[in-house]
């Protein structure tokens, strides 16, 4: 089945730097990818997906780079802000329509 | 427009006991999904509903169990239940499913067994 490693599992930065978390898949069926927001007490919230036939997509200070070839993929945050602070998850779901996750990153912005 | 409910937020079993948790999806979609989320093995996929018929099951044992009815909702089931099952359950809707369209996910039910 589908694996997904993420890293790195605990991001720290100044507000203003820009974050990056990447992860990788081992099912090249795999042809969505979604990266999601967890904040304490609450559900994961859909912040951004891409699907295998675009390479780049961007919304206003968060961005998603696929690499199909080298089957990983990233999630960019700019200009980062302390309510940016949650647990990041990235996802792929591939030929066995079955969506698997990666461990979580912890994202702490500092004011 | 509502977002995904789950009821109840919170739950206490004892070891042996089973468990219903209920899922009330967006209004218009038609999958649900069931995810069991904890620090040990992070977020896993239980199964998929669309359309009252189970489409994907993940590699869980058959303890645990669903169905959705006519207006979409859902609720899953887990019989004899272990200290293991202790977890945040948390249900995903979607217009079409979860390889094609974007997932909301509900606040969870916390269950731990005891």
């Known amino acids: 089945g589908e694996n997904v490693e993420q890293h790195p599992s605990t991001l720290s930065v100044q507000e203003g730097d820009s974050a990056v978390i990447k992860c990788t898949y081992s099912?090249?069926?795999?042809?969505?990818f979604p990266w999601y927001k967890q904040e304490l007490g609450k559900g994961p919230q859909l912040i951004i997906d891409?699907?295998?036939?675009?390479g780049e997509k961007k919304d206003q200070r968060i961005a998603v780079t696929l690499n199909k070839t080298a089957k990983h993929f990233s999630l960019h945050i700019t200009e980062t802000q302390p309510e940016d602070s949650a647990v990041y998850f990235c996802a792929a779901t591939g030929g066995s329509y079955i969506p698997t996750f990666g461990r979580g990153t912890s994202l702490i912005v500092h004011p | 427009k509502a977002g995904v409910t789950q009821t109840p937020r919170y739950l206490i079993k004892t070891r042996g006991q089973q468990v219903t948790l209920s899922c009330s999806p967006i209004?218009?979609?038609?999958?649900v999904s069931w995810y069991q989320q904890t620090p040990g093995q992070g977020l896993q996929f239980l199964f998929e509903y669309f359309s009252e018929t189970q489409r994907n099951k993940g590699n869980f044992p058959g303890r645990f169990s669903g169905r959705q009815f006519s207006n979409s909702r859902s609720e899953m089931n887990v019989s004899t239940l272990e200290l293991g099952d202790s977890a945040l359950y948390l249900c995903?809707?979607?217009?079409?499913?979860?390889?094609?369209?974007?997932?909301?996910f509900g606040p969870g039910t916390r269950l731990t067994v005891t």
């Open positions: 209004s218009g979609h038609r999958s």
């Open positions: 891409i699907r295998s036939n675009v």
């Open positions: 995903a809707s979607s217009l079409e499913g979860t390889s094609v369209d974007e997932q909301y």
């Open positions: 099912d090249s069926a795999s042809n969505y």
